[in-house]
C-alpha cells in the first residue's frame, strides 16, 4: 500500500500530523467515556483535579513534541495559544453552571452533557478555524481586524464587564420549546423520549431538559468562540498550532469543570486579568509594525501572557481568602 498521501500538505502541515493528532483526541475521548466513565455518576472534586491534570498534562507534552518537531517558535506560540485558550475557557464555567441550574440538570447526568458537547465543540471550532485560516490568508488585512476586535472586547471587559444571562428570555430556548415536543421533566440519561401527544395521543418524541442544555451549551461556546478564535489567530496562523492548542485546551475544561464550579467565587479577579490579557495580545501586532518587527518574540509573548494570568489568579486567590481562625476570634481571647 502507498502511503505516500500521508506526506501531502494539508493546511500547511502533512496529512499524518493532522490525523495523528485526531487519532490521539479519539483515543482520549474514548478511554474517557470507554474506561472511566463507562457508568455515569457523580464526579468529585478531588476526580475532577486528577483528571485535569492529566489533560494538561498531555496538552503540554503535545506542546514538547511541537517544539521539538517544529521548532521554539512554534512551541512557545502553541503554549501562549494553549494558556490563553485555557483560560478563555474557564469563563464558559459559569455560564455552564447556570445552564445547567436553569435546566434542573442532576450532576450524575452532567458529565454526560459535557462529553457529547465537546464532540460538537471539536466540529464547531474546526469550522471556525478553517474560515478564519483562509480569511487571513486571502486577505492579511483580516488579521488586524481580530486585532482591533480582541483590543475592543478587552477594554469592554475592563469598564463595562458582562451582563449575568437570562436564560429564561434565551431566543433559542424559546423557540426550541415552541417548535418542538419539550418535556419539562427528565427521563434519566436519555436526551430524546418518546411520549403520547397531548393533541392526538399517538407516541412521538420529546426532547428532555438533558438535551436543551447540551444545544444551548453548544451554542454559549460558539458564542465564546468569537473571542477566543481571534485570540488565537493574533498569535499564530498556522492553523495546526491553532486548532491543536484550543482542542487540547478545551477537552480540560470538561475534567475540570466539577471542581471549578465549585469554587468559581475564588477567580473574581481572573477576569479583569483576560481582558488585560485580550488588549495585550490585538496590541502586539500593530506594536511590531511600529517596531518593524516581523511579529512580536514569541517569548516575550507567552512571558508576558503568563504573568498577567498567574497575577489574576493569585490576586483572586489572596482577596476572596476567608479570614483565618485567628482574626475570627473575639478580642481578649
Do not use: C
Not at 436526551?191 to 426532547?207: A, I, N, Q, Y
Request: cysteine-free; hydrophobic content about 60%; charged content about 15%.
Amino acid at each position: 500500500m502507498d502511503f505516500a498521501f500521508l506526506f501531502a500538505d494539508w493546511l500547511g502541515k502533512p496529512i499524518w500530523m493532522w490525523a495523528g493528532f485526531i487519532s490521539i483526541v479519539i483515543a482520549l475521548l474514548a478511554f474517557d467515556l470507554g474506561v472511566l466513565h463507562k457508568k455515569n455518576k457523580e464526579i468529585e472534586v478531588g476526580e475532577s483535579l486528577r483528571l485535569s491534570a492529566l489533560y494538561i498534562s498531555l496538552g503540554l507534552a503535545f506542546g514538547g513534541w511541537v517544539w521539538w518537531y517544529l521548532g521554539s517558535d512554534a512551541g512557545l506560540n502553541y503554549l501562549t495559544g494553549f494558556v490563553v485558550e485555557k483560560t478563555l475557557a474557564l469563563d464558559n464555567v459559569f455560564v455552564i453552571a447556570l445552564i445547567f441550574s436553569f435546566f434542573a440538570v442532576p450532576r450524575i447526568y452532567q458529565h454526560r452533557v459535557l462529553f457529547w458537547g465537546i464532540l460538537g465543540v471539536i466540529v464547531l471550532r474546526a469550522i471556525m478555524i478553517g474560515l478564519g485560516a483562509a480569511l487571513v490568508s486571502e486577505f492579511g488585512w483580516v488579521l488586524y481586524l481580530f486585532a482591533a476586535f480582541l483590543i475592543f472586547t478587552g477594554f469592554k471587559m475592563l469598564f463595562v464587564g458582562d451582563q449575568e444571562p437570562d436564560i429564561a428570555k434565551n431566543p433559542l430556548v424559546n423557540f426550541l420549546r415552541r417548535r418542538f415536543n419539550v418535556t419539562d421533566e427528565h427521563h434519566g440519561e436519555h436526551f430524546f423520549v418518546k411520549k403520547p401527544d397531548p393533541k392526538t395521543g399517538k407516541l412521538v418524541w420529546f426532547m428532555t431538559p438533558l438535551f436543551m442544555a447540551l444545544v444551548v451549551i453548544e451554542v454559549a461556546d460558539v458564542i465564546f468562540a468569537v473571542d477566543s478564535v481571534p485570540a488565537i489567530f493574533a498569535i499564530t496562523t498556522d492553523p495546526f498550532i491553532v486548532y491543536t492548542s484550543n482542542i487540547f485546551a478545551i477537552l480540560g475544561l470538561r475534567a475540570l469543570y466539577f471542581a471549578l464550579a465549585a469554587m468559581i467565587h475564588r477567580f473574581h479577579y481572573l477576569k479583569p486579568a483576560l481582558a488585560i490579557v485580550l488588549v495585550f495580545i490585538g496590541s502586539k501586532i500593530f506594536i511590531a509594525d511600529l517596531l518593524g518587527l516581523e511579529k512580536f518574540p514569541a517569548a516575550l509573548s507567552l512571558g508576558i501572557t503568563f504573568a498577567i494570568i498567574a497575577a489574576g489568579v493569585v490576586w483572586s486567590l489572596i482577596k476572596t481568602r476567608k479570614p483565618d481562625a485567628l482574626s475570627e476570634r473575639p478580642a481578649g481571647e
